[in-house]
């Protein structure tokens, strides 16, 4: 039972490069997530997505793609990534049984922009 | 709108101390109100989650964690503290019929000394 995988784990990036990060999830979840953590910041919503097809703004849109297109995966895109983007990222996923439901989330991608 | 604080960034205690992380939060409906744990390298985990019903909630390893609405808290706690209790610990709140987007607070990180 993998839950939620994210790929890849480690990247370094060059000013400008663009790249994608993927995650998938085996749990049949509906509403899926993509976090980033700093140091201080605790969590902060980049974009999520209640269903296949969709994709709303979170705290922190700026600089980020997202795609749905297939139910299980969830897409983060940089187009031109820069230093400020250096981070660890998570994806999470949920059913939407209820808001009393417990997000499920990956190990991260850590991502550095030199 | 809801909202959640969690006091003190770093709380350090000796192993086999009591641990007690501090969450308070604010919301204008019952809350639903869950404990995650981090490991070092690692996602999110719940820890323990309130929902409704019994207001001491146990969770995973020895921690648990009381709701009081008198006083908007539910501060995670656990008698005895061993090294490998060592993580960032999130707590975090939705609430009946809202959506599907957790508040998150900044996270509180537990050293534990031999």
């Known amino acids: 039972n993998a839950g939620v995988t994210q790929t890849p784990k480690f990247r370094v990036l060059k000013t400008g490069q663009s790249m994608t990060l993927l995650c998938a999830q085996d749990?049949?979840?509906?509403?899926m997530y993509w976090y980033r953590q700093d140091p201080g910041m605790g969590l902060r919503l980049i974009h999520y997505?209640?269903?296949?097809?969709?994709?709303a703004k979170g705290e922190v849109p700026d600089g980020y793609n997202v795609s749905r297109l297939k139910k299980q995966n969830f897409l983060l895109g940089l187009e031109s990534a820069a230093p400020s983007q250096t981070s660890v990222y998570f994806c999470?996923?949920?059913?939407?049984?209820?808001?009393?439901?417990?997000?499920?989330f990956g190990d991260g991608t850590r991502l550095s922009i030199l | 709108a809801q909202s959640v604080t969690q006091l003190g960034s770093h709380v350090s205690v000796s192993e086999g101390a009591l641990v007690l992380l501090r969450c308070n939060y604010s919301s204008s409906v019952p809350p639903y109100l869950f404990w995650y744990v981090q490991y070092p390298n690692q996602g999110l985990q719940l820890l323990l989650k309130?929902?409704?019903?019994?207001?001491l909630v146990k969770g995973i390893n020895g921690f648990e964690a009381e709701f009081k609405k008198s006083e908007t808290s539910f501060h995670l706690t656990k008698p005895s503290a061993h090294m490998s209790d060592a993580a960032e610990y999130f707590c975090a709140v939705t609430r009946s019929g809202g959506s599907y987007i957790p508040t998150f607070g900044r996270g509180t990180s537990l050293i534990v000394h031999p």
């Open positions: 997505s209640v269903g296949e097809g969709t994709t």
């Open positions: 999470a996923s949920t059913t939407p049984a209820g808001t009393n439901q417990p997000q499920h």
């Open positions: 309130y929902t409704t019903g019994a207001t």
């Open positions: 749990m049949n979840h509906e509403y």
